[in-house]
Nanobody
């Protein structure tokens, strides 16, 4: 059974930084597209960053220039470096793995941006 485990969330002040990690349990991580989805309180999940198996990246407009997604295929892990965090970035952050048309989700990690 595929498992995705997010970590790295926490409480940070506006303008601060966090790095989220998502570790995937199986060996076909390298052919997967990985995407980060924050879910703010009372709202739906919307993607903010994705990285393909070839290393191509894409970002939603609200996070361009502030967030960076990367992956380490040797560690089966994808990262989300978040800089200049804003209160509106507060959310549970989920990672999603897409492999051969199937999606797998992690359990999420809470990010709270507050003074």
């Amino acid at each position: 059974q595929v498992q995705l485990v997010e970590s790295g969330g926490g409480l940070v002040q506006p303008g601060g930084s966090l790095r989220l990690s998502c570790a995937v349990s199986d060996s076909i991580f390298s052919i997967s597209t990985m995407t980060w989805y924050p879910q703010p309180p009372g709202k739906q999940r919307e993607w903010v960053a994705m990285i393909t198996s070839a290393g191509g990246t894409a970002y939603a407009d609200p996070v361009k220039g502030r967030f960076t997604i990367s992956r380490d295929n040797a560690k089966n892990t994808v990262y989300l470096q978040m800089n200049n965090l804003k209160p509106e970035d507060t959310a549970v952050y989920y990672c999603k793995r897409t492999t051969l048309g199937r999606d797998y989700w992690g359990q999420g990690t809470q990010v709270t941006v507050s003074a």
